[in-house]
């Protein structure tokens, strides 16, 4: 079966800073993969989506950036962090027989 | 993807039936219609999807009118842990090029007991 990771869980760092967020994927190859944040008490914002390695859609222009290594992992990256990145972070891909989306257990972040 | 219409909010006693409601009344042909929902703090949750025809899984059933401008999620016999926030989104179905499931503001289901 598959299974979709996310780590850290929760993170708190001073605006400014550098952020990395990782999720990985196993069970499956070349899923389509996603970022996106909620901000608190708001709706989901698809930030970036990938089709294959290498491959990054933009949705919304931001100071994050997104990068695929491996056919399996994504990741999320800021250089330097603003207070308005503070929200829910959720990593999801797509699969199943209608191609639905399957979200991981998400990153809150707490930019202070 | 085309556009759907969710109420804010609904209420239900716990036991019965939930029905949600979504309009869309611009659906292209090629476009399925799925459900998630939200449960606080976490990520969102799959929980069917239909074309034309109604489907039912162990968590729900989805009723596709004729002319499929709208749908209702039926949750049979709700529970206390069936509140949580849910979304109706239509797009086109299948794998090819990466298909975008934008979330909209959903319906916030309250479970009374």
């Known amino acids: 079966s598959q299974t979709i990771h996310q780590w850290p869980a929760t993170l708190v760092q001073p605006v400014g800073s550098p952020l990395s967020l990782e999720c990985t994927v196993e069970?499956?190859?070349?899923?389509?993969l996603y970022w996106y944040r909620q901000a608190a008490g708001r709706g989901l914002q698809l930030l970036f989506y990938?089709?294959?390695?290498?491959?990054i859609s933009s949705e919304v222009p931001q100071n994050l950036s997104a990068s695929r290594p491996q056919d399996r992992q994504f990741i999320l990256s800021s250089k330097k962090l603003l207070l308005s990145d503070s929200g829910f972070y959720l990593c999801?891909?797509?699969?199943?027989?209608?191609?639905?989306?399957?979200f991981g257990p998400g990153t809150r972040l707490t930019v202070t | 993807d085309a556009k759907t219409t969710q109420p804010p909010s609904m209420d239900c006693a716990e036991g019965r039936a939930a029905n949600l409601p979504c309009n869309h009344s611009?659906?292209?042909?090629?476009?399925?219609v799925y459900w998630y929902r939200q449960i606080h703090s976490q990520g969102p949750q799959y929980i069917i999807h239909?074309?034309?025809n109604n489907e039912t899984n162990e968590m729900a059933s989805l009723i596709i009118t004729e002319d499929r401008k709208s749908s209702t999620l039926i949750l049979p016999h709700a529970t206390l842990r069936d509140t949580a926030v849910y979304y109706c989104?239509?797009?086109?179905?299948?794998?090819?090029?990466?298909?975008?499931?934008?979330f909209g503001a959903g319906t916030r289901l309250f479970v009374k007991a």
């Open positions: 999801a891909w797509t699969g199943g027989r209608g191609h639905e989306q399957y």
């Open positions: 069970g499956t190859s070349n899923p389509n």
């Open positions: 990938s089709v294959g390695i290498g491959q």
């Open positions: 611009t659906i292209s042909g090629n476009e399925y």
């Open positions: 239909g074309l034309k």
């Open positions: 989104i239509v797009r086109v179905g299948g794998e090819t090029g990466g298909f975008k499931t934008i």
